[in-house]
């Protein structure tokens, strides 16, 4: 499960950024996550509530902004939207598009005290 090394990512990014900003609790930590990242946002809520515990975010609460995926169509050159990585482009039906947007997972805001 990926979810929980991502989670322990987000863990560090928290408490580097507690130590620099000299905030000792986060109560709120926003999430973007992109449509084609292979997140899975419940098993990420899990494994976030079990990293945080005893950290300056225990307890925080968290928030998942979707972010929509893209990409570029090989065959018909264009710059489509997709919903999940290996769909086919709504423009020509060809299944040769290349994700160029919404693979990335990302702290967008933290909420502290
Ligand atoms: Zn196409």
């Given at each position: 499960?990926?979810?929980?090394?991502?989670?322990?990512?987000?863990?560090?990014?928290?408490?580097?950024?507690?130590?620099?900003?000299g905030f000792s609790?986060?109560?709120?930590?926003?999430?973007?996550?992109?449509?084609?990242?292979?997140?899975?946002?419940?098993?990420?809520?899990?494994?976030?509530d079990?990293?945080?515990r005893?950290?300056?975010?225990?307890g925080a609460?968290?928030?998942?902004?979707?972010?929509?995926g893209?990409?570029?169509?090989v065959q018909?050159?264009?710059?489509?939207?997709i919903?999940a990585?290996?769909?086919a482009?709504?423009?020509c039906?060809?299944y040769?598009?290349?994700?160029?947007?919404?693979?990335?997972?990302?702290?967008?805001?933290?909420?502290?005290?």
């Amino acid at each position: 499960m990926h979810e929980m090394s991502l989670a322990e990512g987000i863990r560090s990014i928290v408490e580097s950024a507690a130590r620099d900003g000299g905030f000792s609790r986060v109560t709120r930590v926003v999430l973007e996550i992109g449509a084609l990242s292979a997140v899975e946002k419940d098993a990420l809520r899990f494994c976030f509530d079990a990293v945080m515990r005893g950290t300056v975010a225990g307890g925080a609460v968290v928030e998942m902004i979707d972010l929509p995926g893209a990409g570029l169509c090989v065959q018909c050159g264009r710059n489509v939207p997709i919903a999940a990585r290996y769909d086919a482009c709504p423009a020509c039906g060809s299944y040769r598009v290349q994700p160029t947007a919404g693979m990335e997972m990302r702290v967008r805001e933290l909420e502290v005290e």
